[in-house]
T-cell receptor, first 110, second 114 residues
Framework: SQKIEQNSEALNIQEGKTATLTCNYT??????LQWYRQDPGRGPVFLLL?????KEKRKERLKVTFDTTLKQSLFHITASQPADSATYLC?????????FGAGTRLTVKP | EAQVTQNPRYLITVTGKKLTVTCSQN?????MSWYRQDPGLGLRQIYY???????DKGDVPEGYKVSRKEKRNFPLILESPSPNQTSLYFC?????????????FGDGTRLSIL
């Protein structure tokens, strides 16, 4: 069956460090992979999209990699700030449906 | 402002009492979807709609109904709610299904069925 795993439920890091979140999947062939941010009491908000034929995508302090051989995406936040504290969800899109991971709760401590 | 609006935001009700959660989007999106979010399980799709009058089941449709009479509205109906439907519900919309279209989410409806 299809499975999406995000590395851990929670990740705590110090301000200024790089946060790295992992999204692994099995039995799925996504054409696109998206990352969303979710704050408490709010709906997920789209951050970045990467296509299956792209290795890396950047947007300001965010970087996403996509390795279809390893079936893995890494999401990096450089120079992290307390305001980056949130839950981050990966979503796999194979043009027929979109499936979400359970999310990783990131806490950036000052 | 482009948005997806859900109502109510919070609801506590009892088993068997029919309820409707409304969802409206102002972006002229064709695709709309309902998800439920439970701890450790992530977002699971309940129903989706590719366009007006076109709806289809997602992964967990049992106990739910939807309708899409107008492009902007996509209500979720629980005809006879049960405690296992206690959850956080999200409505989402996108320009179309697939081709990497990002989804826009409402702020959620927290339902408690006693």
């Amino acid at each position: 069956s299809q499975k999406i795993e995000q590395n851990s439920e929670a990740l705590n890091i110090q301000e200024g460090k790089t946060a790295t979140l992992t999204c692994n999947y099995t039995n799925y062939s996504p054409a696109y992979l998206q990352w969303y941010r979710q704050d408490p009491g709010r709906g997920p908000v789209f951050l970045l999209l990467i296509r299956e034929n792209e290795k890396e995508k950047r947007k300001e302090r965010l970087k996403v990699t996509f390795d279809t051989t390893l079936k893995q995406s890494l999401f990096h936040i450089t120079a992290s700030q307390p305001a980056d504290s949130a839950t981050y969800l990966c979503a796999l899109d194979n043009n027929n449906d979109m499936r979400f991971g359970a999310g990783t709760r990131l806490t950036v401590k000052p | 402002e482009a948005q997806v609006t859900q109502n109510p935001r919070y609801l506590i009700t009892v088993t068997g009492k029919k309820l409707t959660v409304t969802c409206s989007q102002n972006m002229n999106h064709e695709y709309m979807s309902w998800y439920r979010q439970d701890p450790g399980l992530g977002l699971r799709q309940i129903y989706y709609s590719m366009n007006v009058e076109v709806t289809d089941k997602g992964d967990v449709p049992e106990g739910y109904k939807v309708s899409r009479k107008e492009k902007r509205n996509f209500p979720l109906i629980l005809e006879s709610p049960s405690p296992n439907q206690t959850s956080l519900y999200f409505c989402a919309s996108s320009l179309s299904q697939g081709v990497g279209q990002p989804q826009h989410f409402g702020d959620g409806t927290r339902l408690s069925i006693l």
